[in-house]
């Protein structure tokens, strides 16, 4: 493959990426249909039209006999088949299953559409998605997260696979010994804070294995990229080296950066040494050997950390440097910059034609001055860490962020999904896709009855209704930012302030809401049993439910404790433990939601057993203490917690046991216990405050190293049978613990979410 130039003129990218012959494109989305809607692709004809004043569009019509899709690329092809789906055949594609409820002979449109995708580009993925959720994925699940971002519009995805064998072979050229070069790279569930340049040498060394699989995956991946037309975001480099090179190159200037939250220090090329750009057009040329170049190169600076020297002089360098090195390896490619740890004077140090930002939560771009006219991509950052959590501000999205954003800075020319990680909020992502296809508002309340038709295959006044309290509770304004703590997942204390090192405990919305949307969903059991997205709306439902009453049953438990009631203290405590053992059980009827089967993909990553320990434990770790190296603590435990079966039953569960056992002690002892003044971490209790933390510490420390975790079979159990009879028994305890409304849930303290770790 050669080496491919990317353009910038007025603020508009042009694609450069190798051209498709007409039945090229046609065949590949023909492709797509077929592995959709099997049996049906012979059903439409394809038709390649010219983009509309350089934007994207698509046309669907119907001539009688066939479904007529036009469109000016593969991508726009895609989106007419699904827009197809959704609004003439009330289909439904998703993470969670499909409604594909089709007729032999499919339906012809009524009207001829034409929809023009304003966003020039829609930019797909962060590095954390890779490790959070698509760490040990295979080409199978690929192929099916291919062809969901191609029906969505999806045109410009981060690449960041096949990694591993460009820092190699770019290592051995360096005179790196093979374990050396192994030894530097962090396994799957880290490897994107090593891209990131935070970490290095996570879990390892790497097996061989793993990098040539890796390779191959993403060779597999980049190539149905590129059949479907998308530009692909590729590795660039900013100084991140081994620390080893130091020794090896004695005489460059190599910085060493201060430790990430327990991690070993990393090493910078200062930008005025030689070997800056010596490095970074070895490992640029080492990618393109892999997989050809396609002129949009990702770049970094001191992502989440200061730089070692903080003048503008010095970042100016980082700045023309960098641009340097990517414009002199591929004229007039373009450097692409997340705005997360953005710094002015390095922006400011490249032509604006050089230069694309993204800005991953759409906050900065109003706070920054419109990243003073530099070609931008606003989006959507909504899930940190692939916390299970039920939020989302879906007024916000349907007000049309974009079209507003456009209006006030038109060098913004493009919109985007950067979330941490997938497979969640099922209607959060459908609507956010979809306002890539719209110039205008949408009717909320409208749009939310046709999705629930679409997604269930059947239109009824209960999932209205459902709908419609859904809005009202965790999906209405103001719920788009960090997820609310978990109950379940936080590390136990009498006092709980938070799970993860985000956002605290609290219910932004009335409970009792979820009560009443779980009985209307259930009310339509019979008719809707058939669904797959409504079986899993079902135990998602009731997940949240239990999770969010789990609060006020510890609070009852820790004020119990606090009057020395032994009896009250058991019923509480015995009851949320309950509640543990019962969500796991719902969960396992789900494979979305199943520890078991992570780590079960994880350990086919390796091929002797011992590499198949390896990969179960990185796994198990990202989720649970996050990590730490050279004998530090975890900083950031309990980033990534999940409410997932296998992960309750296994970890969280025994938490909470060692705790209300420990609590127990103190009150036959007649001993006290308390909570103050202990050293913070984050807001919550650190990694070792007293010595309950010291001794749970060491039993969550062991348990990352524990193997063959997985049960089987991964799941189990029918989600409809299981979730009426939880309903059931958590709708009754309800009395107990709401006995009013909002005021039940915990206040919700305005607070730092450290959404950026380095803030």
């Known amino acids: 493959m050669t080496k491919k130039t990317f353009i910038l003129f007025f603020g508009v990218l042009l694609m450069g990426l190798p051209t498709q012959a007409n039945n090229d494109v046609q065949k590949t989305v023909y492709g797509l249909i077929e592995r959709i809607t099997p049996g049906y692709a012979s059903q439409y004809e394809l038709e390649l039209i010219e983009q509309t004043e350089g934007k994207d569009v698509y046309e669907i019509e119907g001539n009688g006999r066939k479904i007529i899709l036009r469109g000016n690329n593969a991508v726009s092809l895609a989106s007419a088949f699904n827009w197809y789906l959704k609004y003439t055949c009330n289909a439904h594609v998703s993470w969670f299953g499909n409604q594909l409820n089709l007729p032999d002979i499919l339906p012809q449109p009524a009207d001829k559409q034409r929809i023009v995708i304003e966003p020039k580009y829609r930019v797909y993925l962060n590095y954390c998605t890779v490790s959070y959720t698509a760490a040990w994925w295979n080409w199978e699940r690929w192929q099916k997260e291919l062809d969901y971002m191609a029906m969505n519009g999806i045109n410009m995805p981060l690449f960041s696979l096949g990694l591993y064998e460009i820092w190699y072979n770019t290592l051995m050229r360096f005179n790196f010994t093979d374990l050396e070069a192994r030894t530097f790279l962090s396994l799957p569930g880290h490897a994107a804070w ?79 040494d030689p070997l800056f750009v010596e490095f970074g057009k070895a490992f640029l040329e080492e990618q393109d050997k892999l997989f050809g170049s396609y002129g949009v190169y990702a770049a970094d600076p001191f992502h989440e ?115 941490e990680a997938v497979e969640q909020n099922p209607v959060y992502y459908d609507l956010a896709f979809e306002m890539f296809h719209r110039t205008d508002k949408v009717n909320i309340h409208t749009w939310l009855q046709q999705y629930a038709q679409r997604r269930y295959g059947a239109r009824t006044v209960n999932t209205d209704q459902a709908m419609r309290l859904l809005l009202e509770g965790p999906y209405r304004r103001n719920t788009n930012g960090t997820e609310r703590s978990s109950i379940v997942a936080a590390r136990p204390a009498l006092n709980v302030k938070k799970s993860g090192p985000n956002a605290g405990l609290g219910i932004p919305y009335d409970p009792l809401i979820l009560f009443k949307a779980e009985r209307l969903l259930l009310a339509d059991a019979e008719l809707l049993k058939h669904s797959k ?158 010595d309950f933390y010291i001794s749970l510490g060491d039993w969550e420390l062991d348990y990352t190293r524990q193997v063959n975790k997985a049960r089987t079979p991964i799941t189990q159990g029918d989600e409809i049978e299981i979730a009426k009879r939880l309903f059931r028994k958590y709708e009754k305890l309800s009395a107990a613990y709401y006995q009013t409304k909002v005021s039940n849930a915990d206040i919700i303290k305005t607070e730092k979410t450290y959404e950026n770790l380095g803030e």
Not at 558 to 564: G, R, V
Request: glycine share 8%; proline share 5%.
């Open 194 to 272: 090593q891209w990131m340049q935070n970490i290095h040498s996570e879990g390892g060394p790497l097996p061989t294995s793993t990098m040539k699989r890796q390779t191959q995956l993403a060779k597999q991946v980049l190539s149905r990229m590129l059949e479907f037309n998308m530009q692909p975001i590729q590795q660039g480099f900013s100084g991140f080296v081994p620390p080893l090179l130091k020794q090896k190159r004695p005489e460059a200037k190599i910085d060493m950066t201060k430790a990430w939250y327990g991690f070993a220090p990393s090493a910078l090329v200062n930008p005025s």
């Open 305 to 419: 950390r200061k730089p070692p020297v903080e003048t503008s002089e010095y970042l100016h360098a980082v700045g023309v440097t960098i641009n340097k090195l990517f414009q002199q390896f591929d004229k007039g490619c373009i450097w692409a910059m997340q705005s997360w740890s953005l710094r002015e004077d390095i922006v400011k140090a490249v032509p604006r034609e050089n230069l694309l930002i993204l800005d991953l939560a759409g906050k900065r771009v109003r706070r920054d001055q419109g990243f003073w006219g530099y070609p931008t991509v606003i989006g959507n950052l909504h899930n940190f860490g692939g916390r299970i959590n039920m939020h989302g501000d879906l007024h916000l999205l349907a007000a049309n962020q974009y079209q507003d954003i456009k209006k006030v800075y038109p060098n913004v020319c493009g919109d985007g999904l950067f979330m």
């Open 533 to 690: 997205p409504y079986r899993f709306d079902v135990v998602d439902v009731m997940r949240q439910i239990m999770t969010n009453i789990g609060q006020p049953i510890h609070k009852k438990a820790a004020e119990a404790f606090e009057a020395k009631d032994k009896t009250a203290f058991a019923l509480h405590s015995g009851r949320f433990l309950q509640m543990l053992e019962d969500m796991d059980e719902l969960l396992r009827t789900r494979p979305e939601y199943s520890f078991d089967r992570w780590l079960t993909e994880a350990r086919s990553w390796g091929e002797t057993k011992a590499e198949k320990d390896l990969m179960e434990q990185d796994a198990t770790t990202l989720l649970t203490v996050w990590g730490a190296q050279e004998g530090n603590d975890p900083g950031i435990f309990d980033y990534a917690w999940r409410e997932w079966s296998g992960l309750i039953n296994g970890f969280y569960k025994v938490r909470w046991q060692k705790f209300y056992s420990m609590l127990q002690k103190h009150l036959d002892e007649g001993t006290g216990y308390s909570e103050e003044g202990l050293k913070l971490s984050h807001g919550r209790e650190s990694f070792r405050a007293n």
